[in-house]
T-cell receptor, first 112, second 116 residues
Framework: GESVGLHLPTLSVQEGDNSIINCAYSNSASDYFIWYKQESGKGPQFIIDIRSNMDKRQGQRVTVLLNKTVKHLSLQIAATQPGDSAVYFC???????????FGAGTRLAVHP | EPEVTQTPSHQVTQMGQEVILRCVPI?????FYWYRQILGQKVEFLVSFYNNEISEKSEIFDDQFSVERPDGSNFTLKIRSTKLEDSAMYFC??????????????FGPGTRLTVL
């Protein structure tokens, strides 16, 4: 059936290209940020996190960049693969709080 | 690899009925959470639970909602009298410690609740 609610922005890339997914967060007091990947019919899966005292963190094929000045977070995926196709959410939280505030999400579509 | 499990995977109920969604968090985790995701929308926090009590809840988590850890393994979300707008995917999550120490929240596969 058709989806209702917010229309997700979609990023379409060719297999092997690098992908950059962006997120603007709302709370200047947020000090911990996480990127989650959600495949169809599954729960969010942790990809990478970053604390506000850092501006860059690298994982395996993924890099997160944090710009606190403009409250912007990005996820870079190197050599994107078909298995990377999913919806990607950024999430934020402020110190001492255990709730994650999720962003609206971006759909990544990887084409062979 | 340990994982969070949820049952049932899909629950269909009539408006006004009570539902209980069940979760088994990862065994050594101490913090438990419920989130929901209305179809096509973002994931929303409902409640966090630690040391047998609610540590934080959102405005969505009104008197119709309750959580319980009835034994050493299960964590449940009860909706007392379901409404049409409760239809959503409900995710349970758990973490070893709180987010203040960078602790990852592991999410279950979700229960799709459909209220007719």
């Amino acid at each position: 059936g058709e989806s209702v609610g917010l229309h997700l922005p979609t990023l379409s890339v060719q297999e092997g290209d690098n992908s950059i997914i962006n997120c603007a967060y709302s709370n200047s007091a947020s000090d911990y940020f996480i990127w989650y990947k959600q495949e169809s019919g599954k729960g969010p899966q942790f990809i990478i996190d970053i604390r506000s005292n850092m501006d860059k963190r690298q994982g395996q094929r993924v890099t997160v960049l944090l710009n606190k000045t403009v409250k912007h977070l990005s996820l870079q995926i190197a050599a994107t693969q078909p298995g990377d196709s999913a919806v990607y959410f950024c999430a934020e939280t402020a110190g001492g709080y255990n709730k994650l505030i999720f962003g609206a999400g971006t759909r990544l579509a990887v084409h062979p | 690899e340990p994982e969070v499990t949820q049952t049932p995977s899909h629950q269909v109920t009539q408006m006004g009925q009570e539902v209980i969604l069940r979760c088994v968090p990862i065994s050594n985790h101490l913090y438990f959470y419920w989130y929901r995701q209305i179809l096509g929308q973002k994931v929303e926090f409902l409640v966090s639970f630690y040391n047998n009590e609610i540590s934080e809840k959102s405005e969505i988590f009104d008197d119709q909602f309750s959580v319980e850890r009835p034994d050493g393994s299960n964590f449940t979300l009860k909706i007392r009298s379901t409404k049409l707008e409760d239809s959503a995917m409900y995710f349970c999550a758990s973490s070893e410690a709180g987010l203040a120490v960078n602790n990852e929240q592991f999410f279950g596969p979700g229960t799709r609740l459909t209220v007719l």
